[in-house]
């Protein structure tokens, strides 16, 4: 085999998302170095040469949000190789999908200007750096998928949470009201999904609700079927 991988670089990119004040939101940050210096982009950087590239992860998402591995789903998105994605050369990326629940305004890293959670239905992916109009619309629709199939919500809540701050978690990922009673019938009978901690919210609004905490599920069963929408013509 040749040397075909001579002057190859290595990067990581975080699709961060949370959920702040029932709205789907991702971390972009301003760059504030060439290429695209003053654009928006998903956090990342180059792989350090001792790094394997899931502690080159676990490293950005604590430069950029102060968060731990341990307190965020963490997870392997996609591979983006395309030879001129990256006008420095040719650079693969190695894109990861973090779900964290709200977090205070970040703190914008070395080479960029401003750091921001943004509403995902308000950003305009051709506007990004590089592909990452790309890379986030994967990492969105991961997360889209995996909340049918997997306890993936319980990510953007706190330790102990309600039904209901539940399916708002699903309302803002899928973008869709969903029936309350449904939704609670549908959680509490699905084996594993949730577990009661024996203990209730104040009640300062309205009736006390259950706290409950993610259970041992890893796969739902039956799955949590995002609701149908019409074709567009």
């Known amino acids: 085999m040749g040397d075909s991988a001579a002057g190859m670089a290595v990067t990581v990119d975080l699709v961060v998302l949370t959920i702040r004040r029932d709205v789907l939101c991702v971390l972009l940050v301003k760059r504030g170095v060439e290429p695209y210096a003053g654009r928006w982009a998903v956090p990342g950087g180059f792989v350090l040469p001792i790094e394997d590239l899931p502690d ?11 968060v731990h591995e341990s307190a965020a789903h963490l997870e392997q ?12 050369g040719r650079i693969v990326t190695v894109a990861y999908l973090a779900l964290l629940p709200d977090l205070p305004t970040p703190r914008a890293g070395t080479d960029a200007v401003d750091a921001r959670w943004h509403p995902v239905s308000d950003v305009d992916g051709a506007t990004l750096a590089f592909d990452h109009g790309r890379i986030l ?23 102990r949470f309600t039904i209901g701050a539940l399916r708002e978690v699903y309302e803002a990922v899928w973008g869709t009201a969903l029936d309350p009673r449904n939704f609670h019938r549908k959680v509490t009978t699905t084996p594993g999904f949730v577990v009661p901690t024996g203990r209730w919210t104040a009640g300062d609004r309205g009736r006390p609700a259950q706290l409950y905490r993610r259970g041992p599920a890893r796969l739902l069963h039956p799955p949590m079927l995002r609701p149908e929408r019409p074709n567009n013509p």
């Open 56 to 66: 080159a992860a676990v490293r950005e998402l604590r430069e950029e949000t102060g």
């Open 137 to 159: 619309t994967d990492g969105v629709e991961r997360a889209r998928a995996k909340l049918e199939y997997s306890p993936l919500a319980t990510a953007f809540c706190p330790d």
């Open 77 to 88: 998105l996609a591979s983006y190789g395309a030879p001129d994605r990256d006008p420095r």
